[in-house]
Each structure stands twice: as C-alpha cells, then as structure tokens.
C-alpha cells in the first residue's frame, strides 16, 4: 500500500504561482513512478506530468514551459511547481504512484491516488 497526501492549492490570479507538494508513504514508495493529473468540472480527469525515481520526466502539450515536476526521494515527496497559471488551469489537482515500467499518461496505469488539493485561478 501506497499513500500520497497533497498541499499546496489555493486561489490565485491569472499569472500567478503555486507550489503542490505530494508526501508518500508506504511499502516500497521510492520504486513508483509518480504522476500529478487534474480534473475540471464536468471534465475528464487528465494527466498533466510524471516523473521517474531517477527524475526523467513527461508533461502533458498545455504545461510544458509553465509546470515543472520534481521529487525529493529522500522526503517521498513530488512537487509541481506551476508557473503563469490560467483560469482554465482551475481543477483538483491529484498525486498519483505507478509501478508500471516507464512513465505513463493514462491514469489507469496508477494504482494509488492521492484526495486532491483545490486549484483555482481567478481572471
């Protein structure tokens, strides 16, 4: 068993920043692939970056220049910095591990989940 707990959402203006932090714990954290996703109102949840435990990393087309996925595996914890935030940025933002080899977008490749944390971004 994996368990992610997520901080760091908040409301924030267009342009603005924040930080999400992801603390793990549980058997054999340090070997998952851990990924961040998001989901809007009335919208599918969708990935939005993952990073390996040696820190190779996938972002989704919309983030790239704007998010950045990092992980501290001495804390267990992944962080995702975003950057230039958009009102369409608004969702819950999930923390997720995989154990799948390889980083992956598809949510079903992601056995754990964390609750969610609040984004908003007001325009």
């Known amino acids: 068993q994996v368990q992610l707990v997520e901080s760091g959402g908040g409301l924030v203006q267009t342009g603005g920043s924040l930080r999400l932090s992801c603390v793990a714990s549980?058997?054999?954290?340090?070997?998952?692939?851990l990924g961040w996703f998001r989901q809007a109102p009335g919208k599918e949840r969708e990935f939005v970056a993952a990073?390996?435990?040696?820190?190779?990393?996938d972002y989704a087309e919309a983030m790239k220049g704007r998010f950045m996925i990092s992980r501290d595996n001495a804390k267990n914890t992944v962080y995702l910095q975003m950057n230039s935030l958009k009102p369409e940025d608004t969702a819950v933002y999930y923390c997720?591990?995989?154990?799948?080899?390889?980083?992956?977008?598809?949510?079903?490749?992601?056995?754990?989940w964390g609750q969610g944390t609040q984004v908003t971004v007001s325009s």
């Open positions: 990073i390996t435990r040696s820190s190779g990393t």
């Open positions: 549980g058997r054999a954290v340090g070997f998952h692939n």
């Open positions: 997720a591990a995989s154990s799948t080899i390889g980083l992956s977008i598809r949510s079903l490749d992601y056995r754990y």
